[in-house]
């Protein structure tokens, strides 16, 4: 009745052997792409950090007022040790190191982290924010580091240090549970 149908489709078995080939190919790429996008995560960390730091330390500079970097999870509030969810970069003009309703956002960053963990230690004077003063633009006080750790590869594991005069520098940390 249908004498070239089944010349122009694919049997049962072809089709089995077509998807088994690609769930091989995709179980070989799939460690490969985890490991790539997580080499990206950390080469993109310390751009990052420093393009967070200049600009705080010029809007410091250019508004005479104290600037804020704080970690946040939702991009409105500032909140605790939430680093690989985002920041805020905003004016603090009473000088409490907190977002008030009438304090301006200067940028919101969504860091959104998958394969590391992102972490300050300000000291104990600075545990959640990195400040940036009004007169200089230096972090007068609020120097610290912020800690990379991979979640995988302990290679990627690196402190950038923000030293007294608002450079970042990355080493090599040992410091990651």
Not at 23 to 41: K, T
Not at 105 to 127: E, M, R
Request: charged share 15%; with cysteine; net charge positive.
């Amino acid at each position: 009745m249908y004498p070239n149908c089944k010349e122009r489709g694919f049997t049962l078995i072809e089709l089995i052997v077509t998807i088994a080939i690609l769930a091989i190919i995709v179980s070989i790429a799939l460690p490969s792409y985890h490991s790539f996008m997580e080499r990206q995560e950390h080469s993109q960390m310390l751009a990052l950090i420093r393009n967070s730091t200049n600009l705080a330390k010029n809007l410091a500079v250019t508004h005479h007022q104290q600037i804020v970097i704080c970690t946040s999870e939702n991009l409105s509030t500032c909140s605790n040790n939430q680093w690989n969810k985002g920041m805020l970069i905003f004016t603090d003009q009473n000088n409490n190191k907190t977002l008030d309703p009438n304090e301006m956002i200067h940028q919101k960053l969504k860091t959104n982290l998958k394969y590391g963990n992102l972490k300050w230690d300000g000291g104990v004077a600075n545990p959640n924010t990195l400040t940036f003063m009004g007169d200089t633009g230096l972090p007068r006080g609020s120097q610290g580091s912020f800690h990379y750790c991979s979640l995988k590869t302990a290679q990627n594991n690196t402190r950038y240090v923000v030293n007294q005069m608002g450079h970042v520098r990355a080493e090599v940390s040992n410091e990651c549970q």
